[in-house]
């Protein structure tokens, strides 16, 4: 089965860019979404098709896509931006989405 | 405005079966570029995905919990609805529906992931 590795967590001091990575095999050749997820609330799409932003989200929000590594990137984070963040691909040769572990994003 | 609401027990007992339903509004699920998701996250854990639904009936499901999920629609209703048998403790997790949102070129299908979703419901299992 497919699987996405995503680092536990990520600091960040306010103002900075913070990179979120999530790893597979090949994975630039799938398509990578991106979900922001604050305490107690429901996931919320911030990046989907590798770069793409949805209508509302912020130009901080980024993402890249090659070889076997995508990335989240986020300029001038702010104290609101301080969330878990996962990455998700659809495994076309199996049939079934694969979610990564999660990236616990800290504003210091 | 879109909207998925999902609803169901609270709590099961171990070895029942749980049925969810996640009730959609702001759009229609005889559309064929939108499907409807289920996704779970047991408490401090990970976000973990269970099965999918299209307008053509097409299904797939999580490959660990295959065997145990059944998903289906009633477009007439606009409800999409998950049953898991075999309960157990650690199928404990919020449970989620989630729209799909994909494009459609030359008869493939392009997922553009999930784009919205419910609140959320929370199930326990437990005796």
């Known amino acids: 089965s497919y699987v996405l590795t995503q680092p536990p967590s990520v600091s960040v001091a306010p103002g900075k860019t913070a990179r979120i990575t999530c790893g597979g095999n090949n994975i630039g050749s799938k398509s990578v979404h991106w979900y922001q997820q604050k305490p107690g609330q429901a996931p919320v799409l911030v990046i989907y098709?590798?770069?793409d932003r949805p209508s509302g989200i912020p130009e901080r929000f980024s993402g890249s896509n090659s070889g076997n590594t995508a990335t989240l990137t986020i300029s001038r984070v702010e104290a609101g931006d301080e969330a878990d963040y996962y990455c998700?691909?659809?495994?076309?040769?199996?049939?079934?989405?694969?979610f990564g572990g999660g990236t616990k994003l800290t504003v210091l | 405005q879109v909207t998925l609401k999902e609803s169901g027990p609270v709590l099961v007992k171990p070895t029942e079966t749980l049925t969810l339903t996640c009730t959609v509004s702001g759009f229609s699920l005889s559309n064929a570029r939108m499907g409807v998701s289920w996704i779970r996250q047991p408490p401090g854990k990970a976000l973990e995905w269970l099965a999918h639904i299209f307008s053509n009936d097409e299904k797939s499901y999580s490959t660990s919990l295959k065997s145990r999920l059944t998903i289906s629609k009633d477009t007439s209703k606009s409800q999409v609805v998950l049953t898991m048998t075999n309960m157990d403790p650690v199928d404990t997790a919020t449970y989620y529906c989630?729209?799909?949102?994909?494009?459609?070129?030359?008869?493939?299908?392009?997922?553009?992931?999930?784009?919205?979703w419910g609140q959320g419901t929370t199930v326990t299992v437990s005796s």
């Open positions: 989630a729209r799909i949102a994909v494009d459609i070129v030359a008869g493939i299908r392009y997922y553009y992931g999930m784009d919205v």
């Open positions: 998700q691909v659809w495994d076309s040769s199996s049939d079934y989405w694969v």
């Open positions: 098709y590798d770069s």
